[in-house]
């Protein structure tokens, strides 16, 4: 954190909070791995290992980096990552940031069910120059085991297993798949880390090793930011302090160059705080506003040698006003050292805010309605949330007044779309988010079932005042997807009413639109 400016009141309380800490030894305890810190520490005992990730994974490098030289020399183009959450969101912030060197793969994420977005897939990465990266937590990710198994099937069945690599926890299921199948690798990673904290175990080296990046570089920053642990604590108390002022709504402000990192903060910040009716609120990509509400901290993440973009935003905002807070990067190599200051500081807002950071009790229930929904093939019952076509203007706008009465103050907007990111997709949303941003309401996007494995956690869990706006579609190929008896189109569609079932059920407001074909 390289400055804040803060209400007096603010900034009075967060200095409190940084003095009760440091008499009762907060960094030492946390750097202990003290459970007790948070609430459930029985549970959170169970999910610490990620503040020794940077001592002991060096012992695990020469492993990865031998895949990664084979992978190379053998000319593979391709690294398609298949998975959730975070066994996805880091590596495709490494990619973003740190890929795209000479001789080295391109590494993509399938992290969607849309039949189109895996065909596109299907297409675009042939088993001849690619290599699958299986990555799950569980091993029993339905999403990650569909994608498996269409590209399982898509291979050349003699050698198929040399075209995949699994990334998981020891005894999972995925873990005697891979050895049933004869994939090429397998990594175990350490049992103790939950998937949003994974970035610096095998979940993101792997992906990391594969398109170039240094490992023991990622591992050094997150050394470094473990050793100035205060300045992520400092950041945790600002956020932690600044929720129970009402304030939120954390507003990210980046330069272009950083932007593909707030992805994997969005998941951070939602799954570790959006639950007991509290919660962060990651707000990133919002069209410009005329005004905003009391419920905002805006957030600038800045490159020290960079264009400055993030820097003047927030200088504007401040000088209406608004309570700001700059971090800055040396360069983007420093993502490793910023991934464990944030997780840090995710952890120590938590605290603030008595949340337990490590579990995710609200993800369940979505998973039981699609299951259930499955099994209905995604009949509508009388009391599901209404679907509207967005091109029946009359019905459209008599359900968006109903949606939105009421809003006020210290809600938000939650766009979740089970569609593919095509550009003409991305720009009726950006269209439909602009006109949302006139209830002056905070608006967030995501795509579905991305999310689910993301922000879904807060929107069921977090701040009672989140109203959820999904968009469906009937498009795209049917396609099925082996050794089931169901296909992409099912499947996704079954997500989506389970996840507005699951939110009804919560007491959110939510109301679908349904895109044409």
Not at 30 to 57: F, V
Not at 338 to 361: K, N, Y
Not at 432 to 452: E, I, K, M, S, V
Request: some cysteine.
């Amino acid at each position: 954190m390289t400055g804040s400016a803060l209400p007096p009141a603010l900034a009075g309380a967060v200095a409190a909070r940084l003095e009760s800490w440091r008499r009762d030894g907060f960094g030492r305890r946390l750097l202990d791995a003290d459970p007790t810190l948070w609430p459930r520490p029985e549970d959170a005992a169970q999910r610490l290992g990620w503040l020794r990730l940077p001592e002991a994974m060096p012992k695990e490098l020469a492993a990865i980096e031998a895949l990664a030289a084979e992978v190379r020399s053998e000319g593979v183009e391709h690294v398609v990552v298949l998975g959730m959450g975070g066994s996805s969101l880091a590596p495709e912030v490494f990619e973003k940031l740190l890929g795209g060197r000479p001789g080295r793969p391109r590494l993509t994420v399938l992290d969607s069910t849309h039949p189109a977005a895996v065909a596109a897939h299907l297409e675009a990465f042939p088993a001849a120059s690619s290599l699958y990266v299986v990555s799950s937590k569980s091993g029993t990710t339905l999403e990650t085991l569909s994608f498996f198994r269409t590209f399982w099937h898509q291979t050349a069945q003699g050698r198929a297993g040399q075209r995949f690599v699994a990334v998981t926890d020891p005894d999972s299921a995925l873990a005697e798949l891979a050895r049933q199948r004869g994939f090429r690798r397998l990594f175990l990673a350490p049992p103790d880390v939950g998937g949003r904290y994974s970035a610096l175990s095998h979940f993101g080296l792997v992906p990391a090793a594969l398109i170039g990046a240094d490992l023991e570089q990622l591992l050094a920053g997150g050394r470094e930011a473990l050793s100035r642990v205060e300045e992520g604590i400092e950041l945790g108390a600002l956020l932690g302090e600044a929720a129970l002022a009402g304030r939120d709504k954390v507003t990210f402000v980046a330069d272009p160059a950083l932007a593909p990192f707030v992805p994997w903060l969005e998941q951070l910040l939602a799954e570790s705080t959006g639950k007991d009716g509290k919660g962060l609120v990651p707000v990133f990509g919002e069209p410009p506003a005329a005004r905003f509400g009391a419920d905002r901290i805006f957030v600038g993440l800045s490159l020290a040698a960079g264009g400055g973009e993030a820097r003047s935003g927030l200088r504007a905002l401040s000088q209406a006003g608004l309570p700001t807070v700059a971090t800055e990067w040396p360069d983007v190599a420093a993502v490793g050292g910023e991934m464990m200051r944030w997780q840090i500081a995710t952890a120590a807002a938590a605290a603030v805010m008595d949340v337990a950071p490590f579990d995710q009790p609200d993800v369940d229930s979505t998973k039981r309605f699609t299951r259930d929904a499955m099994k209905e093939r995604s009949s509508p019952a009388a009391d599901d949330p209404p679907i509207v076509d967005l091109a029946d203007r009359m019905a459209l706008d008599g359900a968006m007044a109903d949606w939105l009465a009421g809003a006020g103050d210290g809600q938000s907007i939650a766009l979740q779309a089970f569609l593919p990111a095509t550009d003409d997709v991305l720009a009726t949303l950006a269209a439909l988010r602009a006109q949302l941003a006139a209830t002056g309401l905070a608006t967030t996007l995501g795509f579905g079932p991305r999310f689910l494995h993301s922000t879904g956690q807060l929107h069921k869990g977090g701040p009672a005042g989140t109203r959820c706006l999904q968009l469906i579609d009937r498009g795209g190929p049917e396609l099925a997807i082996p050794e089931t008896d169901f296909t992409y189109r099912q499947l996704i569609d079954a997500q989506a009413l389970g996840d507005a079932r699951a939110l009804a059920r919560r007491g959110r407001k939510v109301l679908r639109l349904r895109l044409g074909d």
